[in-house]
């Protein structure tokens, strides 16, 4: 019997050239898979990312060299094929395939890496899963994948096989979940990266340039939060003690400030009612 823990590699294609696209195929070439294509509507968006992962630093061996191309059909050829499109566009582009993948009687394992969006999307195609990142992802700063869990879905027991090995080879966590639980998840995700993020942007402007002495104060605050039962036990603030008289001098500060006063005023008053049914 193959060992599961054993990763093999597979000759996978990606269509997207965004955050995700970016990160993951630099990830999974530097682990030994061939990335056969990079995909998209807009050619020269596709060959710059190709261009990119074709450089020696991601490059393990001289035949493992990736193409660029606007024509789904090239993909299929592939033992993988990654959607990592946004999310409107997944349905359109799996469509597309699924007309291609008949015609041409190719059946890759197609994947999307998609957080809110279900499996069924991919409905049509015998073999279908999700690879789902839940990490911030951007071009502009490099990711240990080995950080980053994967919130699996599959059509089959041979896709949940070429899903756990994909996350073997990156060295990463992953867990099976149903589309509706990876959905509540993805939605949990905003509120843990997307909001605090937008926060820290309010801070900076309110700070600056005073605002990196922030940076402690914002690790230990999301390091504490996550070793309790849940974050309202080591809720602090003028907020959570009902200061009232605090709170008025912080929403002063922010007269000028609309959006700034605008969230201070919401976010404090949800802490001291929920603080006041506790009560």
């Not at 050239?17 to 993951?24: C, D, I, K, W």
């Not at 035949?63 to 566009?89: E, G, H, P, Q, R």
């Not at 509120?191 to 937008?198: G, I, R």
């Amino acid at each position: 019997m193959e060992n599961k823990t054993i990763p093999k590699h597979y000759k996978i294609s990606v269509i997207g050239y965004g955050n995700v696209s970016y990160r993951l195929s630099i990830a999974l070439k530097m682990c030994g898979h061939q990335l056969d294509y990079i995909c998209g509507r807009d050619f020269h968006k596709a060959s710059k990312l190709a261009y990119i992962l074709n450089k020696p630093e991601y490059t393990i061996n001289q035949n493992n060299t990736t193409l660029s191309t606007d024509k789904y059909d090239d993909v299929l050829n592939s033992d993988v094929v990654i959607i990592a499109v946004s999310d409107n566009a997944i349905e359109i582009v799996s469509k597309e395939l699924l007309a291609l993948s008949v015609n041409l009687k190719r059946e890759p394992v197609i994947l999307h890496t998609s957080g809110s969006t279900p499996l069924s999307v991919l409905d049509g195609f015998e073999k279908q899963g999700v690879l789902y990142p839940m990490m911030t992802l951007s071009i502009t700063k490099p990711v240990d994948f080995s950080i980053v869990p994967f919130f699996l879905e599959s059509s089959s027991e041979l896709v949940s096989d070429v899903l756990v090995k994909i996350c073997y080879s990156l060295n990463s966590e992953y867990r099976f979940i149903s589309s509706q639980e990876r959905a509540k998840l993805h939605v949990a995700a905003v509120f843990v990266s997307n909001f605090v993020n937008y926060l820290i942007g309010l801070s900076y402007d309110i700070s600056t340039p005073n605002h990196m002495f922030l940076m402690p104060l914002a690790v230990e605050t999301i390091r504490k939060a996550f070793l309790y039962e849940h974050p309202a036990l080591v809720q602090t603030g003028p907020a959570k003690r009902g200061d009232t008289d605090t709170i008025g001098k912080h929403i002063a500060l922010l007269c000028d400030r609309p959006e700034h006063r605008e969230v201070y005023e919401l976010l404090s008053r949800n802490i001291m009612n929920k603080n006041s049914k506790k009560e």
